[in-house]
């Protein structure tokens, strides 16, 4: 009786993650908002990126945006490029009030392909919020990459 219990909670979890959580009686009004960039959440780092790079040659940025539930998001992000200084902003979809979600912190990754070409000292920025709720405040994670 157990095993059949928690395979049917691990089903509808499933269910519901891989559905947006509309399975579980939430509702597709999500609401698009920047995303929590909060550190030492889990181990995963918030950005990640090189840091030294080629003039001229693209890498990888990563940025892990983090939820209060399996039902969160991620939906798209804004990057502004200037010679020596890249700014990402990401956005997530929280989900409806009457969503209901397994209870872990979702983890958001999305990757940005970054290209300096001039030789120097070059600034990733990623701009987001510091907290879920509770009026979140707006939160700068920087990255010094030397562009060899």
Known sequence: ??????????????????TGCDFLGGSNDAQEVVGFIGEDIVSTAPLAAPDTVQAGTSFDVTVTTFGPNLCW????????????RVSITPYDKSPSGDAVCADAIAEM????????????????VVNGRDRWFDDPEPKTLTHTVIVE
């Open 1 to 18: 009786m157990l095993k059949s219990t928690r395979a049917l909670i691990t089903f509808a979890l499933l269910i519901g993650v891989t």
């Open 109 to 124: 990754e999305r990757t940005v392909s970054v290209t300096f070409e001039e030789h120097g000292e070059a600034t990733i």
């Open 73 to 84: 998001q991620a939906s798209r992000e804004e990057v502004e490029r200037e010679p020596m």
